[in-house]
């Protein structure tokens, strides 16, 4: 009989509508990746900017960590999406691309020097890029954005401007 009740409710409510959370952020339902790979951006079903399998992806390895990790991955894969968006315009995308390796780099190296509390003991990894490039068209795209960024030279932005770069509510981590 219980069986016959599960059974039921399973067909009355898809697996696609049980939620799963994590850190109080409810996931998005992982994708069928035929679907989601068959175009560059795949799927973002709460169009936060980020393609819900990475976004399943980044909540559940870092879950763990600091909330701060997660929220630089996050960015980090919104900035990847511009890529993939419009590759071509590398040179005026660069900076958005470029900002959470500063801004984890302002978290893990420098807060000490500026008088904030360290948030974390360890690297913050940006591993993102692997994941969001993870099909052939998707990298071809990475690629052509990256010849466009070459044979220029690139300014690093100062160390006190390196906090600016997060584009996220960092004063949660402050308080």
């Known amino acids: 009989m219980k069986k016959l009740l599960f059974l039921f409710l399973l067909w009355l409510y898809p697996l696609a509508s049980f ?16 679907i989601n790979n068959s175009t560059l951006l795949g799927i973002d079903t709460n169009n936060n900017g980020v393609r819900d399998d990475v976004e399943r992806w980044i909540y559940k390895t870092y879950k763990d960590k600091h909330p701060i ?20 315009r590398a040179k005026e995308i ?6 959470p390796y500063f801004c ?6 420098y807060v000490e020097f500026f008088k904030q509390p360290v948030l974390v003991n360890e ?3 940006v591993p993102v890029k ?13 690629l052509q954005y990256d010849r466009l960024l070459s044979g220029d030279s690139y300014a690093l932005p100062e160390i006190s401007e390196m906090k600016e770069q997060c584009d996220f509510n960092t004063s949660k981590y402050e308080e």
């Open 19 to 34: 939620s799963e959370t994590i850190n109080e952020h409810t996931l998005p339902p992982e994708p069928d990746p035929k």
């Open 69 to 88: 990790h997660i929220d630089i991955a996050m960015q980090a894969a919104r900035a990847y999406k511009k890529v993939l968006e419009t590759p071509e």
């Open 94 to 99: 660069r900076l958005k691309v470029n900002s």
């Open 104 to 109: 984890a780099s302002y978290y893990q190296n």
């Open 123 to 125: 690297r913050i990894d």
């Open 130 to 142: 692997s994941k969001y490039f993870n099909t052939k068209a998707r990298s071809d795209v990475y």
